[in-house]
Antibody
Framework: EVQLLESGGGLVQPGGSLRLSCTAS????????MTWVRQGPGKGLEWVSS????????YYADSVKGRFTISRDNSKKTLFLQMNSLRADDTAVYYC??????????????WGRGTLVTVSP | EIVLTQSPATLSLSPGERVTLSCRTS??????LAWYQQKPGQVPRLLIY???NRATGIPARFSGSGSGTDFTLTISSLEPEDFAVYYC?????????FGGGTKVQI
C-alpha cells in the first residue's frame, strides 16, 4: 500500500524539542522529494520545509528557519523534522507530503494522516 | 514571499450550483498553481496542478484556469461531497505558500 505515516508528535513545553518522523511505503522514497506542511487548530495550511533528492535545498519557511531541520534516511524510507526552540504558535498538525503520481514537483498528491504537536506549559 | 489571496472567504451555496473560486498571487507564478480540497477531519486532496491539469481520479466537474496572477477553480455543478475548504498553492519559487482558503458551505 502506498502511504506516509507520521509519528513523534506530542505535548512539549515552550522552548522544548521534538523530532517528527514520516515513514514511507509502496513507492520509491529515495527518488521522491519530501515536504512538511502544518495546520494550526482551525487554521489553513502552512508550508514548513522541503528536501529534494539532489543537492539543492533544503528549504524552510521563515517562521521555522534556524529552529527546524529537515532530513531523510533513504535506507529506512523515513523523513524527519527536528524541531527545537518550540513556541506556542508551532502548535499544529504536521503532515508529510510528496508528489506520487499525477502532479508536478512541489505539488502534493500523497499525504500522511498527520501528527499533532502541542506546545504548552 | 509570494502571497496568495483567496476570495471569497466563505461561500454559501446549494447542490447543483456552479461555483467559481478565486486565487490571486502577489506576483506572477506563471502556471505553477495548484488547488486542494480539504474536508473536516481529512487530509488535503490535490484537485488541480499547474493551473489546469486535473489530478488522478478527480471528477471532470472540477476545472482550473488562469495564469500569471489570477486563477480560478470552477465546480460545474456542486455535489453534496464538494462542501469543503479549498486552498491554492504555488510552486513558482521558494518559499512555497498556500492561500488562506475558501470554505464552500451549504
Amino acid at each position: 500500500e502506498v502511504q506516509l505515516l507520521e509519528s513523534g508528535g506530542g505535548l512539549v513545553q515552550p522552548g522544548g524539542s521534538l523530532r517528527l518522523s514520516c515513514t514511507a511505503s509502496g513507492f520509491s522514497f529515495s527518488n521522491s522529494a519530501m515536504t512538511w506542511v502544518r495546520q494550526g487548530p482551525g487554521k489553513g495550511l502552512e508550508w514548513v520545509s522541503s528536501i529534494n533528492v539532489g543537492d539543492d535545498g533544503p528549504y524552510y519557511a521563515d517562521s521555522v528557519k534556524g529552529r527546524f531541520t529537515i532530513s531523510r534516511d533513504n535506507s529506512k524510507k523515513t523523513l524527519f523534522l527536528q524541531m527545537n526552540s518550540l513556541r506556542a504558535d508551532d502548535t499544529a498538525v504536521y503532515y508529510c507530503a510528496t508528489k506520487y503520481s499525477s502532479s508536478s514537483p512541489w505539488f502534493f498528491d500523497l499525504w500522511g494522516r498527520g501528527t499533532l504537536v502541542t506546545v504548552s506549559p | 514571499e509570494i502571497v496568495l489571496t483567496q476570495s471569497p472567504a466563505t461561500l454559501s451555496l446549494s447542490p447543483g450550483e456552479r461555483v467559481t473560486l478565486s486565487c490571486r498571487t502577489s506576483q506572477s507564478v506563471s502556471s505553477f498553481l495548484a488547488w486542494y480540497q480539504q474536508k473536516p477531519g481529512q487530509v488535503p486532496r490535490l484537485l488541480i496542478y499547474d493551473a489546469s491539469n486535473r489530478a488522478t481520479g478527480i471528477p471532470a466537474r472540477f476545472s482550473g484556469s488562469g495564469s500569471g496572477t489570477d486563477f480560478t477553480l470552477t465546480i460545474s455543478s456542486l455535489e453534496p461531497e464538494d462542501f469543503a475548504v479549498y486552498y491554492c498553492q504555488h510552486r513558482s519559487k521558494w518559499p512555497l505558500t498556500f492561500g488562506g482558503g475558501t470554505k464552500v458551505q451549504i
